[in-house]
């Protein structure tokens, strides 16, 4: 008999060698019906592994990350085995199931029209409908490469391999796949009312442009047709939010051929940046920070002192001034590193507080490249903080309110992840446990929940992550807090104590926008472009109904612009009704509408672009009211 320890920290019994499901089944049968996946002693697996020593259990349902991978993951088998019944000269390359969904690519001589998509999901749910038991075996490297000899794509991807890791297929029907796994009992558990076809995309193999451009088939699937349909709803609700199509049609910026992944900001995206910076700026003066401005081209040895140079030289873009390397900056640490060496420190300089809003470029493959999402040149909101060990904590607690603040006015929910030490890292197992205790410490005195990610750290030091939730539901990780002890290290930093002896300073590198561009595109998709007046590039518009209010209508947007807000007038000659149609299709929060009766009595009509009608005020009660949400940063 073996002992498995459950989620919950019971213990119960089981013979050796009896299987995942075996044992969901001996806790609870509706547990065992919904299982997907396993987890033993952390490692994912599927239901029929059996287990044969006293190990940590976990049943994995759709609830569960692993249980929706297994589900997902199997559905994009039942799809590339769709594919090659339908048209058995495909080459398969990948297909991993993805945050909400799964795809596979695939090279093809058939073009995935939506009406092939449509034959492709039918047979999908043919396949479902068998109930093919899914098995899994491995064979030796020679083997394996047998095998899969006729595809280019999975003899790269064994060749990868180490040279002693056994290979593992699964085999459903008489379809077989390089994989994994884990991968549900048969194919039945999909359910074919609750699984369907997104689209198809070209996608280089390996994301490289150098490579050949695939087919790639995106899908989903859930436990249940409504869940299907809840999630369709917000995927349709997403492309009416698409910051891509609103960045056009709004005016805010360009993505052009001549730059790619290199974004234009037009007039009224500029807006949109620069109230966010000056928000910014704002809120770091008042909590102690000092702005400084580093080089965007530094020197190599620079980029090999910092590490960045053996870790992440792949990323960089270099060049050569007067035969000497040089490298554009990925990141800003170490030009902040220099600002704090450029002269002698004390403790009582400590910590010492430097924000900087700095352009940096990252060579990102052309494949992954996703309007303001994915760019390769973006200004980075950094600062770096340089403390005592006796003052991580506090100023950790420090960044994780000014987080708080700084996000309060978009109406943002966020969780919190704790990354630590990943298998490529700098400097020593100690110093890496005292500085993740460190942050765990700072997180629990505010009272924070958070998920530890095991291995996501930074290649320099742990780090917390801040994931955003917009108004559909969808998360993005913008804001992050990285602690360091070994650049530090690298760079022989120092401060001079209490004692008058040199000691090492501990550093924090962190950002809360994250990328000012991307913070953007979240935005534009969170209000679906309707931003708070604050931020709005235009936030009220003047239109006379005749030409004869024309003059008290410019004299009115003359106020407005003079009390500091962003206006503009409509003189032309179109219908009220058009106009005011008009803005609201611009997302302007305010419309003023001047006719004979508001020239007559000094005030105007004002509307809102929800269409709600304020009726008539005063001018200046107007301004007042608009002054007011402006200044105070409200939400709506």
């Known amino acids: 008999m073996i002992n498995l320890t459950l989620k919950d920290g019971k213990i119960i019994t089981a013979e050796v060698g009896t299987t995942c499901l075996q044992a969901a089944a001996s806790i609870s ?6 299982a997907m996946a396993a987890e033993v002693d952390g490692k994912l697996v599927d239901l029929s592994t059996p287990l044969t020593e006293d190990a940590a259990l976990s049943i994995l349902t759709f609830a569960d990350e692993g249980g929706r991978l297994a589900h997902r993951h199997t559905a994009s088998h039942v799809l590339a085995q769709a594919v090659l019944r339908l048209y058995p000269d495909t080459k398969l390359a990948i297909g991993p199931a993805i945050k909400d969904g799964f795809y596979y690519d695939f090279d093809s001589d058939i073009t995935f029209t939506p009406e092939v998509l449509e034959k492709i999901e039918a047979e999908m749910r043919k396949i479902i409908s068998e109930k093919l038991p899914i098995e899994s075996y491995t064979l030796p490297r020679e083997d394996a490469l047998a095998f899969v000899a006729g595809n280019p794509y999975k003899v790269a991807l064994i060749q990868d391999l180490p040279l002693d890791e056994p290979i593992s297929f699964y085999r459903q029907g008489e379809f077989t796949d390089l994989c994994a796994g884990p991968h549900l009992q048969h194919t039945g558990q999909l359910k074919a009312n609750a699984m369907c076809l997104l689209n198809a995309t070209g996608a280089y193999w390996r994301g490289d442009a150098k490579n050949k451009m695939l087919q790639r088939i995106y899908g989903t699937s859930f436990p249940k047709k409504a869940e299907l349909d809840e999630h ?4 349709e609700e997403a492309k009416k939010r698409d910051h891509r199509k609103l960045g056009r049609e709004l005016g805010l910026f360009l993505l052009r051929d001549e730059g790619p992944g290199f974004p234009f900001f037009l007039p009224h995206g500029m807006t949109v940046k620069n109230e966010l910076i000056d928000y910014w700026r704002e809120i770091h003066r008042k909590a102690g920070y000092q702005e400084i401005g580093t080089p965007v081209i530094l020197g190599q040895n620079l980029w090999e002192r910092s590490g960045h140079w053996g870790h992440y030289s792949n990323n960089m873009y270099t060049t050569d001034i007067d035969e000497l390397d040089f490298a554009i900056k990925p990141m800003n640490c170490p030009g902040g590193i220099l600002v704090y060496e450029s002269e002698p420190r004390s403790y009582r300089d400590l910590p010492y507080r430097v924000g900087e809003l700095g352009l940096v470029h990252r060579h990102e493959l052309s494949g992954a490249l996703h309007g303001l999402m994915r760019v390769r040149s973006f200004t980075q909101d950094d600062a770096h903080i340089f403390m005592t060990e006796e003052q991580i904590k506090d100023e950790i607690v420090g960044v994780l309110h000014l987080v708080d603040e700084i996000y309060r006015p978009f109406g943002f929910k966020y969780h919190i992840e704790l990354s630590t030490m990943p298998e490529d890292h700098m400097g020593e197992v100690e110093t890496w446990d005292r500085a993740i205790a460190a942050l ?29 939730e917009d108004c559909i539901g969808r998360t993005w990780q913008c804001g992050t807090i990285q602690l360091d002890m070994n650049l530090p290290e690298r760079f022989d930093l120092e401060y001079i104590g209490p004692d008058g002896e040199k000691h090492r300073p501990v550093m924090i590198h962190r950002a809360i926008f994250g990328s000012i561009e991307r913070f953007i595109g979240i935005l534009i998709e969170h209000f679906a472009g309707a931003f708070p007046t604050w931020l709005a590039p235009v936030q009220a518009r003047v239109m006379p109904i005749t030409d004869r209010a024309k003059e008290a209508a410019q004299a009115v947007a003359d106020q407005l612009e003079a009390a500091g807000i962003r206006t503009e007038t409509d003189f032309r000659n179109e219908k009220i009704g058009y106009k005011i149609r008009e803005a609201q299709v611009q997302k302007v929060p305010y419309m003023l509408v001047l006719g004979d009766r508001e020239v007559e009595t000094g005030e105007v009509s004002v509307r809102t672009r929800t269409g709600g009608d304020q009726g008539s005020m005063p001018v200046e009660q107007f301004i007042a009211q608009i002054r007011e949400e402006i200044v105070s940063r409200a939400k709506t």
């Open 29 to 34: 049968e509706g547990l065992a019906r919904m």
């Open 440 to 468: 765990k410490a700072a997180l629990d005195e505010v009272g924070k929940d958070y998920i530890i990610n095991e291995g996501d750290g930074a290649f320099y030091g742990p780090k917390i992550d801040f994931h955003l």
């Open 232 to 235: 369709l709803e917000r995927l």
